[in-house]
């Protein structure tokens, strides 16, 4: 007799309960603008900088073993790790990181979405943009590209690798959208 009215309270309350699916907000189409191609070349030359602070110090491990006629196997690791991070870094994930950026910039908010192996996707509503401006460093100037830097009270969110014409557009549209005053 107490299982069957468990039961029913039970069952009860699952009719009364709002549906599922009525409660979830619908998905939203992933952003529509991808990175100029030539931020992919940016990336490479980025990460082949960066990865000489793991060569340097391996190639001088290295020299020191051979003419102190230490364990050959770790020269081969000395010098195997460098070259998997270096092929990691400078071939095999940046295309993957090109190919899943995206942004769009809509009148209520900009949405980002990057990621390899997560997917993050960022969206900044409008009325939390505080500063928007271009930046570029030496290697973006070399190939004409900047970045977007979109300054909120709770950080920074940057769209980087587009046109230096694209770029100055999108910071013109969110400073217009956002009511940023015009001080860049």
Avoid: C
């Amino acid at each position: 007799m107490v299982d069957s009215d468990l039961s029913d309270i039970f069952h009860q309350g699952r009719q009364d309960a709002p549906s599922y699916d009525d409660s979830l907000p619908r998905p939203r189409p992933e952003p529509s603008n991808m990175l100029d191609p030539r931020a992919l070349r940016v990336w490479r030359i980025n990460a082949a900088l960066g990865t000489l602070f793991l060569w340097v110090p391996a190639i001088i491990v290295v020299s020191v073993t051979y003419y102190a006629d230490w364990l050959w196997p770790w020269m081969a690791f000395l010098l195997l790790f460098p070259l998997l991070v270096t092929v990691l870094q400078v071939f095999i994930i940046p295309p993957l990181e090109w190919k899943r950026w995206r942004y769009e910039v809509s009148e209520r908010e900009v949405d980002l979405q990057r990621g390899v192996f997560v997917m993050t996707r960022t969206l900044v509503p409008m009325s939390r943009v505080q500063h928007v401006d271009t930046q570029q460093g030496p290697i973006l100037r070399y190939y004409g590209l900047s970045a977007v830097t979109i300054t909120t009270a709770g950080g920074g969110h940057e769209i980087p690798g587009l046109s230096e014409e694209v770029a100055s557009d999108v910071r013109d549209r969110i400073a217009a959208l956002a009511g940023v005053a015009d001080d860049v």
